[in-house]
């Protein structure tokens, strides 16, 4: 039946949400998830998906993965937020949930946004839902639920990791969006600059939400020329998405980088501020180059200076919560810091010989002493001894067997770390 007031809703809504894939066969993305005969494709197509929760960066297509299972599976769906819902609303879909299943042997799926959101008694309310069948729980969220959400949905639900999506992802969903007459913009003669849908894709960082907005706002305020072309350049892009295209070519760029990184490395201050600061000038996302500070804290500096891998995590929060240009200022001043501490890689090195040996030693038996329960087997290590009833230390064989001599962290003679080495020495 025509609806005149849903062809109005679908008129005016956001390219994005026009642009929202309905089949697998539409997604674009997480080709480490989404391919053929992958176990998500699989219990889609087969009707057969459990309670699951997609988390990731925005605009990775985590709603879209809930809506194609809501138009794929067989079922009722019922979809909720999580900032603006309750535990009345749950509660009621839960005991439509139960009454479908009963009378017409009919699964209900429950679509939570932004479930991270959710406290521990809203969580709790679906629990024994879940558990028992009666709904599917279909969460999204930006979070790392394994640190936001209760502990107890989480392990009745499979965790799926969504990724920033890859710049030809992009390019070629909003490629897709200009020449789509349907829900795109297939019907006007848009013309896009290979250098526009570059920068698009870009400075969107992954969030295809974000470009196909900064595609929409190129559209409407860019007029027609007289031959009724929409036409965006790159300036215009610029414009739209509210970010300068980095003016050095790709290969400059990484060049530059990799400068300032090894000036950290290197204890070179002013170099290290020089090429931060021709990598700001060039429009390149200040977070980056905390990013990086944060890697070499621990890499470069590590125990030598803990404070370090602080300083970095605070330039990261200024550049997220200041912006541009107030940032700058704890950007230099955590780049002066890096640059002047003492330097170790002792952590680097502990860390690749610990994975080696975890990757070689995958089955050595943890010691009787350190186990969760009371065995049978006895390999001589004794009963655990609660180091603070020794005054906070105690000798105690820790390593499985095989690895009880290994070593992998060795302190350096550098800044607050030799002072470990006697700690070490005096603990033997």
């Not at 999580?82 to 799926?109: Q, W």
Request: aromatic content about 8%; overall charge neutral; charged content about 25%.
């Amino acid at each position: 039946m025509y609806d005149l007031f849903s062809e109005n809703i679908k008129q005016f809504a956001p390219l994005a949400d026009r642009m929202r894939p309905k089949t697998l066969n539409e997604f674009i993305g997480q080709e480490h998830l989404i391919y053929k005969n992958s176990f998500l494709c699989r219990a889609i197509l087969s009707g057969s998906i459990g309670s699951c929760i997609f988390y990731g960066p925005p605009g990775t297509g985590k709603t879209s993965i809930a809506n194609i299972i809501a138009n794929t599976c067989k079922g009722n769906f019922r979809k909720l937020n999580a900032v603006s819902s309750g535990v009345s609303e749950a509660k009621e879909i839960i005991e439509e949930a139960k009454n479908n299943l009963k009378l017409y042997g009919t699964r209900t799926f429950l679509l939570l946004d932004e479930c991270h959101r959710w406290n521990k008694a809203q969580s709790d309310c679906v629990l024994q839902a879940v558990e028992e069948g009666s709904i599917i729980f279909i969460g999204s969220t930006t979070e790392n639920p394994y640190i936001n959400m209760t502990r107890a949905i989480v392990s009745r639900c499979r965790v799926f990791e969504f990724k920033a999506l890859s710049k030809q992802n992009i390019i070629d969903a909003l490629k897709k969006a200009i020449t789509d007459k349907v829900n795109g913009y297939g019907e006007l003669k848009v013309v896009c600059n290979n250098d526009a849908l570059e920068h698009f894709a870009w400075a969107s960082c992954g969030d295809l939400r974000s470009a196909y907005n900064a595609l929409e706002l190129a559209v409407k305020t860019t007029p027609a020329s007289e031959n009724g072309e929409i036409v965006i350049n790159k300036q215009t892009a610029e414009e739209c998405i509210q970010q300068k295209a980095v003016s050095l070519d790709e290969t400059t760029y990484y060049d530059v980088l990799s400068a300032f990184c090894k000036s950290l490395r290197g204890s070179d201050t002013e170099a290290a501020l020089y090429y931060s600061q021709k990598l700001l000038v060039s429009g390149c996302d200040p977070k980056i180059i905390a990013r990086r500070m944060i890697a070499h804290a621990s890499e470069d500096i590590g125990m030598a200076d803990s404070n370090a891998l602080l300083m970095a995590i605070s330039a990261l929060i200024a550049v997220k919560e200041l912006g541009m240009p107030e940032c700058e200022l704890n950007l230099a001043h955590a780049i002066i810091y890096i640059c002047e501490a003492e330097k170790s890689n002792s952590v680097l090195i502990a860390k690749d010989m610990a994975k080696e040996d975890a990757k070689n030693f995958i089955d050595e038996p943890v010691p009787n002493n350190l186990k969760n329960h009371v065995t049978g087997y006895n390999d001589k290590t004794g009963t655990y001894k609660y180091p603070h009833d020794f005054g906070g230390y105690v000798k105690q064989q820790y390593m499985p067997k095989a690895l009880k001599d290994r070593v992998y962290y060795k302190p350096s003679a550098n800044g607050k770390e030799k002072n470990l080495v006697r700690k070490k020495e005096r603990n033997k």
